[in-house]
């Protein structure tokens, strides 16, 4: 009888430790000696990144996070090169990225029953996770702009001449052609009617490819308006006082958003989503629209007045915002790189 009893308690013992084990954290797992790779921005996208989910997830697990910083073009390029064996689990990419990222097999879809797919705005994750907010406005000189302009204002003849544009291709290009179209009464399906639109700016004043230089010619006089992206510009402006940064109505500000990619296959995806959790969380993303003016995607976190006053942080702005058929667009872009260079530029 006596051994009976041990039997039995011996059962008893092992149902209860399986339950404590199963209900346990996954942080309780081992994971030292484990390496996460993540690709994304540097600056203050790295910092944040580091302090709000890297820090954490080491000292919960034992394991070691890796940046991998560069652009999103980088990362897109490595995913694709590794995609039968890869080596990184996490990357960050840009909004017409992901879709594609998702149909051509390199990244995990995202997955409704996370959590963190549940704290994120309704349609947001769209190819990878959401990660933050951000729209193509205008910075403006307010000794030249007596008020924040729309995108007509551009067009207005004592500015012809002062108008400046980033490099193309990229974002904050693609998002000017979308609003000349529409100004044209047409959209980014019609490149005629944008490009059309948009050389009637030219001479352009110049071409920028950092804030500094950009910044230089506006607080000198030489530049009016430049359609750019929000946050870091918003950031910048704090030592920049003749500079302001106007959403415009009609239409409104371009969508760019920025997302979180679980890369298929990738050799740590319990990591992976480990970090995504902290980094889709309400202290990452509240110190993302505190300090950096990217809005949160997450719908936990709260701003106050002041910070939500600069940030696209509700979903009735994301509506009010021109979202762009990003798909299409991408697949242009070789063909209006040409025409930019030769019709914009002059080249």
């Not at 011996?10 to 996460?36: E, H, R, S």
């Not at 996070?65 to 390029?77: H, I, K, N, T, Y």
């Not at 050799?267 to 950096?292: M, R, S």
Request: negative net charge.
């Amino acid at each position: 009888m006596s051994d009976n009893r041990l039997s039995k308690a011996g059962v008893a013992c092992l149902a209860a430790t399986m339950l404590v084990t199963a209900g346990l954290p996954a942080f309780a797992q081992d994971f030292k000696g484990k390496t996460l790779v993540v690709g994304t921005w540097g600056g203050d996208i790295e910092r944040l990144l580091r302090q709000n989910a890297a820090e954490p997830l080491e000292k919960e697990t034992g394991a070691k996070v890796e940046f991998v910083l560069g652009g999103s073009g980088d990362r897109m390029a490595r995913i694709y090169a590794e995609k039968a064996n890869p080596t990184m689990d996490v990357a960050f990419v840009n909004i017409y990225e992901a879709p594609q990222a998702l149909k051509d097999g390199v990244v995990d879809a995202p997955d409704p029953n996370a959590p963190y797919f549940k704290d994120v705005w309704d349609g947001m994750n769209n190819g990878c996770y959401a990660m933050s907010l951000v729209g193509l406005g205008i910075a403006y000189n307010k000794k030249l702009v007596s008020a924040p302009p729309e995108w007509a204002d551009m067009w207005k003849p004592e500015f012809k001449g002062k108008i400046a544009l980033s490099s193309y291709p990229g974002s904050e290009g693609d998002g000017v052609l979308g609003v000349a179209a529409r100004l044209a009464g047409k959209d980014e399906h019609n490149p005629d009617a944008a490009f059309g639109k948009l050389k009637e700016l030219t001479p352009i004043a110049m071409t920028y490819t950092n804030l500094d230089e950009i910044f230089a010619m506006m607080d000198a006089g030489e530049v009016a308006m430049a359609p750019m992206i929000s946050g870091y510009v918003l950031a910048a402006l704090k030592t920049h006082p003749d500079i302001g940064f106007s959403f415009p109505k009609s239409p409104g500000p371009v969508l760019v958003r920025d997302m979180l990619c679980l890369v298929k296959n990738s050799p740590e995806p319990e990591l992976a989503k480990k970090f995504a959790a902290l980094a889709l969380g309400v202290k990452n993303q509240t110190d993302y629209a505190e300090q950096l003016y990217f809005g949160p995607t997450n719908k936990n976190v709260k701003l106050s007045p002041e910070v939500s006053a600069d940030v696209i942080d509700t979903p009735d702005e994301v509506k009010g915002l021109l979202q762009l058929d990003w798909p299409y667009v991408i697949s242009q872009r070789a063909d209006w790189t040409q025409r930019w260079n030769k019709e914009i530029l002059g080249q």
